[in-house]
């Protein structure tokens, strides 16, 4: 899940009203009342994760009295257990990756000396401080825009406007509840996790050990992420898929070229159409983990691997669980709290009214689970709150896996765009740019990648972009933001690119959008 650093939150929570002096931290049994009519507080938002933080912010942006329980885990996954401190590990391995690759130096006129070696203690440590820095600055911007915290973990009463702190058993009030629990790893049934060496990606960010061998159920974002990991501080990885194809999620083009930089050129072999019916823990210098395997159609056995270590990663669910939702009359889907565009939370999936004053943002609602979406979601609750309508273009954000190369994307995949423009009678235009054309990525020695832009050719307008290569990451904003603003390729093609420099790559699929050459 990707982070907006709370500084970034700050400036666009205050963007939405006139400044202001920021209030201190109130004490929650000494509040006054009298602003918030008959209740405690304007707003409660139950959860403080990347987006509890968002919609926090911007309540006090619009003035609102503000109070987030926390659950004793301000920041959530994002920080202290996800996007924050899988960055700094895939930074670490990923400076020994480069260090190791003698071969690719030397193309440079760099020669390295005696054997890299890396602090496993040393990696883990600068993981958990980045969390621990980012975690303290969030807090920090709550306390400082006088947000009131309730450490404990708030749950519904069954009446309106309640949210009971289970720890305490106090119940406070407000006019407007938003529910951001956020969500945890999903353990499929068969599969024991003991964290040590059968572990989720929980357990997986301590990096308690580097196994000679280990296995991942799942070979999604975070499995990509820490086959990366694993593979540049000298580990074999095995990936188990319950779907036919390798990286099941992107689009085919891009997990084509991905698996060829990303597995094929790496100590990594895979394993699809076959589920891990049952995974035992063992004993690290000692006993194996077990993991058998079955057909994912005829559930017969097919395979028993025995490796060192394995990691779970096969998705997340909402973190719902306990929440008093049956209570207030909220039926839920797997766990997932449905919402309609703004935000606003439905007695159920199927035709379901709106609960008044109740809305849920994030991993929970099950629309986007990035933590970028969630804190999108909890801003835009907060102006459907005050009444200025407004509901997330879930199509104009992006997402990223933090690879080497990385892998971005924005919009649907080509294969779902495909669909979408023959449901809706459109024509579907597809452009590309390469690295390999690239000055800047040449000269980085980092040629490997390409740019699709997917558009409408009736309007011009970018439907979809996908990137793997070099810093795909932070080029994917551009993308994101002509999605957004219903950009033209015919505009884009248009716009100015500074050379040299890596953006000349979408350049180059904007211009053959159009018909133009780059060069």
């Excluded at 970034?8 to 920021?22: E, G, I, Q, V, Y």
């Excluded at 565009?341 to 099950?366: F, Q, Y």
């Excluded at 551009?478 to 000349?504: D, F, K, R």
Aim: glycine share 10%; with cysteine; hydrophobic share 40%.
């Amino acid at each position: 899940m990707k982070l907006f650093i709370a500084t970034t939150l700050l400036s666009a929570a205050a963007a939405f009203s006139p400044a202001r002096t920021s209030t201190p931290l109130r004490s929650v049994t000494s509040l006054d009342a009298s602003k918030c009519g008959n209740f405690d507080f304007d707003v409660i938002i139950v959860g403080c994760g990347v987006g509890g933080h968002g919609a926090a912010l911007h309540s006090r942006a619009q003035d609102l009295t503000t109070a987030v329980f926390s659950g004793n885990d301000v920041g959530g996954t994002c920080v202290n257990r996800g996007c924050v401190p899988s960055k700094a590990l895939l930074a670490a391995s990923g400076r020994v990756r480069e260090m190791r690759d003698s071969a690719h130096l030397s193309e440079f006129g760099i020669e390295v000396e005696g054997e890299v070696k890396y602090d496993r203690a040393g990696v883990a440590g600068h993981a958990k401080q980045l969390a621990n820095k980012v975690k303290g600055n969030l807090e920090g911007s709550l306390v400082a825009l006088g947000v009131d915290i309730v450490e404990g973990r708030g749950v519904l009463t069954g009446t309106a406007h309640e949210v009971k702190d289970e720890s305490s058993g106090k119940v406070y009030t407000a006019k407007d509840i938003i529910l951001a629990p956020g969500s945890i790893p999903f353990v499929p049934p068969g599969v024991t996790v003991d964290e040590k060496t059968v572990y989720t990606s929980d357990g997986a960010l301590e990096l308690n050990s580097v196994p000679e061998w280990v296995a991942i159920v799942g070979s999604g974002y975070i499995g990509l992420e820490f086959s990366d990991v694993y593979t540049a501080l000298g580990s074999e990885v095995t990936f188990i898929e319950a779907l036919p194809n390798i990286m099941p999620t992107f689009d085919r083009e891009i997990a084509k070229l991905a698996e060829r930089l990303l597995i094929r050129e790496r100590p990594i072999d895979y394993r699809t159409g076959v589920f891990a019916s049952e995974v035992t823990p063992g004993i690290p210098g000692e006993k194996p983990v077990t993991i058998k395997m079955i057909d994912a159609n005829t559930k017969e056995h097919v395979e028993t691997l025995e490796v060192d270590a394995c990691m779970v990663a096969t998705g997340r669910v909402p973190n719902t669980q306990g929440m008093g939702l049956e209570d207030s009359g909220i039926e839920t889907m797997r766990g997932f709290v449905a919402v309609d565009e703004k935000m606003r939370v439905l007695t159920k999936h199927e035709d379901g009214e709106v609960v008044p004053n109740v809305w849920c943002i994030g991993d929970a609602n099950g629309k986007m689970m990035l933590a970028h979406a969630a804190s999108a979601q909890g801003i835009s609750a907060i102006e459907n709150i005050v009444g200025r309508e407004h509901a997330v273009n879930h199509d104009a954000i992006p997402a990223a896996c933090f690879t080497h190369p990385e892998i971005a994307m924005v919009g649907p995949t080509e294969e779902q765009a495909i669909e979408r423009a023959e449901k809706e009678g459109w024509t579907l235009g597809k452009s590309t740019g390469s690295f390999r054309a690239n000055s800047k990525a040449l000269a980085e020695l980092e040629g490997n990648g390409m740019a699709k832009v997917l558009y409408n050719k009736d309007t011009g307008k970018v439907v979809a972009v996908h990137i793997i290569g070099i810093h795909a990451a932070d080029l994917i904003q551009e993308c994101s933001n002509a999605v957004a603003a219903g950009t033209t390729v015919q505009e884009l093609s248009m716009m100015v690119h500074t050379h040299p420099t890596l953006c000349e790559v979408l350049d180059e699929a904007f211009k053959g959008a159009v018909g133009m050459s780059a060069h």
